[in-house]
């Protein structure tokens, strides 16, 4: 069986500065899978190649087993990867429900229609109004975004990408800036995201990964330092000397 | 006052969206004298609606919309004098030709973005303006086009020496472009471009294909454009350099923004209070006139960015909390 999302050898460099060394990256079909890595270690680089915002210097991308390497950001969405970013990248004066409907209207492909009103496209209204609602935002649903506290905004953030019904869903620090008294709402959200979704989560947040990962990427300087499962990443002693912080003596 | 188009907008004509007309329709009873500045002003109206569309929806900034109005204007100009002065195919003919131009420069200009787009936009009426300056032989360079005759519309209405024909022709001209332009903005199409305006980057990554999109509405708005110059060529029966000049377009983006951008209205309101303000005032003060207009634009950009249509909103909005 294909994994949901591959990397083969990805590389990417600015001139002499190598930010992605030789990648070589699975993600499992329903996965739940968190990248981490100190500041630097080319994480948002590499989400940015994977949904095709950079192009790789070499090596191939690869989703649901076909390549997507030469493939424009637009055409991967259609082929079902979704992200949300690490800094809100919403549609601030714009309300909630238009800022999840421009997705949803996006994937039913009527986004093109030029002559009927948008509000007469139940289909694509009721399926925005449905999303909002399992996230908790239904009282917020005509609110503009840019007039909603940055917890909401965030899952705002979610709640776009799963209107594009993608296969493989990366959560670019889904739980960035947001207060801790409301970064369990968050991870409840992460929860509760259906199963057969293949997500990759990149957090800094410690917590967050430990609760939600089943296996997690470790990357330093455009490299994988290591991979495993939470406990075999917590054990191991070079992690924790390079990422961790911890210092033998 | 807004008409953001949307999901959850509702697309029913409101009923204070029939002002314009009742009183485009009362200015040709009441002062029969100001018609041609009327008409002007109508075909300034379309021409700012179409900038409204990208600018305002799209969010792509240009000076060089005046491309699009002197194409127009020239080829329906060109086209009185050597094919056939029907104003209809007329205006078909500046029409097609400035949405043909709108599609190629687009997709070559529309590739990029901020201050080389704005370059881009400027070098293209320049290239446009050089053209119609040489090619004398069919433009007439810089003594301008005229001596043209334009038959009567759809052979029933003759244009008169008062601008009354001309002048209702601007009305219903626009009426239908008006029409249009809102079915566009209330679409999924106005919803997707405003999401372009709102965040570029997020539209690539909803899978929208940004480029193809703001191609098209460039090519609708050009087209549009060059529909209000064919309407000048056709009211006024002269085409000169300036409709290709980089001031017309300085011009128009200043109306827009006296009106209030993105909001279908402002392109009503600006280029009506700028054209009667320098009517006026070039009356008044034929030597100073522009030092007003340029007085009111400091003002309206330091103080109310959203234009009149933006200080009438903030008006209204006070209102109704203090009669809370």
């Known amino acids: 069986m294909s994994a949901a999302l591959e990397t083969r050898g990805l590389c990417k460099s600015f001139g002499a500065l190598t930010v992605a060394d030789k990648i070589h990256f699975h993600l499992e079909p329903g996965a739940r899978h968190a990248l981490i890595g100190p500041n630097g270690a080319g994480k948002t680089t590499f989400v940015n190649m994977l949904t095709g915002r950079l192009s790789p210097s070499s090596g191939q991308i690869l989703l649901d087993g076909e390549d997507i390497t030469a493939l424009e950001q637009a055409e991967r969405v259609k082929r079902g990867l979704g992200r949300t970013f690490q800094i809100n990248a919403l549609f601030p004066n714009v309300s909630v429900v238009d800022n999840v409907a421009l997705a949803v209207a996006e994937r039913r492909g009527v986004a093109w229609r030029m002559f009927r009103p948008a509000s007469r496209y139940r289909d694509v209204l009721d399926e925005s109004m449905a999303l909002i609602e399992t996230l908790g935002l239904a009282d917020d649903a005509r609110l503009t975004v840019a007039s909603l506290p940055y917890g909401k905004q965030r899952l705002v953030e979610i709640a776009i990408a799963l209107g594009l019904k993608p296969r493989v869903l990366l959560l670019d620090e889904p739980a960035a800036g947001v207060p801790s008294m409301e970064s369990h709402r968050i991870l409840e959200v992460l929860d509760s995201l259906p199963g057969e979704i293949a997500i990759l989560i990149i957090e800094h947040d410690m917590d967050v990964v430990f609760r939600f990962a089943q296996r997690i990427t470790v990357l330093t300087q455009g490299m994988i330092l290591a991979e495993g499962t939470p406990a075999e990443i917590s054990a191991n002693t070079s992690v924790r000397e390079v990422y961790l912080g911890e210092r033998h003596a | ?324």
């Open chain 2, 1 to 324: 006052m807004n008409h953001t188009g949307g999901y959850i907008a509702d697309p029913r004509i409101r009923p204070i969206e029939w002002l314009p007309w009742v009183a485009a329709l009362l200015c040709y009873f009441v002062a029969p004298t100001y018609l041609p500045l009327g008409s002007y002003v109508l075909t300034m109206i379309l021409f700012a609606l179409s900038l409204d569309l990208i600018l305002g929806y799209g969010g792509i900034v240009t000076l060089g919309h005046s491309a699009y109005f002197g194409t127009g204007a020239y080829v329906a100009g060109i086209f009185a004098a050597r094919v056939t002065g029907e104003p209809l195919l007329g205006l078909l003919a500046g029409t097609l030709a400035a949405g043909l131009l709108g599609l190629i420069t687009g997709l070559i200009i529309l590739r990029t973005r901020g201050l080389a787009l704005l370059m881009l936009t400027l070098a293209i009426t320049s290239l446009c303006f050089e053209v119609a300056n040489k090619a004398t032989n069919w433009t007439g360079g810089a003594d301008g086009l005229g001596g043209f005759t334009v038959q009567p519309i759809i052979g029933l209405f003759k244009f008169d020496m008062f601008g009354k024909t001309a002048y209702l022709y601007c009305v219903v001209i626009l009426f239908a472009c008006w029409w249009l332009v809102r079915r566009l903005v209330y679409s999924p199409f106005g919803a997707s471009l405003t999401g372009v305006r709102e965040n570029n980057q997020r539209m690539h990554a909803v899978g929208a294909p940004v480029y193809h999109r703001l191609v098209i509405a460039y090519t609708i708005s050009a087209a549009l454009a060059g529909l209000a110059g064919a309407l000048l060529t056709q009211t006024t029966q002269f085409v000169g350099l300036k409709v290709l000049g980089f001031e017309l377009s300085g011009e128009l983006m200043v109306m827009l923004i006296l009106g209030g951008v993105g909001r279908i209205y402002g392109a009503f309101v600006g280029p009506l209070v700028y054209l009667v303000a320098q009517d006026y005032l070039a009356k008044q003060f034929p030597e100073y006139w522009y030092f007003f207009i340029g007085a009111i634009l400091v003002v309206v950009v330091m103080f109310a960015r959203g234009g009149i249509l933006g200080i009438l909103d903030a008006g209204i909005a006070r209102l109704r909390r203090k009669s809370r």
